[in-house]
């Protein structure tokens, strides 16, 4: 029977007599790594404010809306609370709209700085390994 060949020894053995400088490897692995946890906790950010904003437009939605629900004892006060509810609620969308508008800008704002960042720092280690392999 024939015996095929282990061509992992023969590829550990031709890539460890590469000149392969693994700090630079290690240093992109590293800035990315940072990059990611930073914008992750910027998305985490914003994704944990929008669910409390939620949260809060339901509950005051529901809390009005309760109002609306209980007996009256003349059929204008049941217009009467349909229209506060109404008023009320467009009030409460037109606050909590600019506030979900609030947090997007927020994290556009974080997210460009990280990115302006990244970037500087991805130019800076581009003139360095230049230099370097200049010399």
Known sequence: MAKTQDYTAVFKDFLGNLPVDTKAFEDVFKNQS?????????AIDAAQKSTELSAKWTN???????????????????????SDFATTSAEAAAQHV??????????QTETFELILAAGKTAAAEVTAAATKAAK
């Open 34 to 42: 940072a990059l990611a946890e930073r914008m992750s906790a910027v």
């Open 60 to 82: 005051d939605t529901l809390t009005g809306f309760a109002a609306v629900t209980k007996a009256k004892t003349e059929p204008t006060d049941y217009a009467k609370a349909v």
């Open 98 to 107: 600019a506030a979900f508008a609030e947090i997007a800008k927020r994290v």
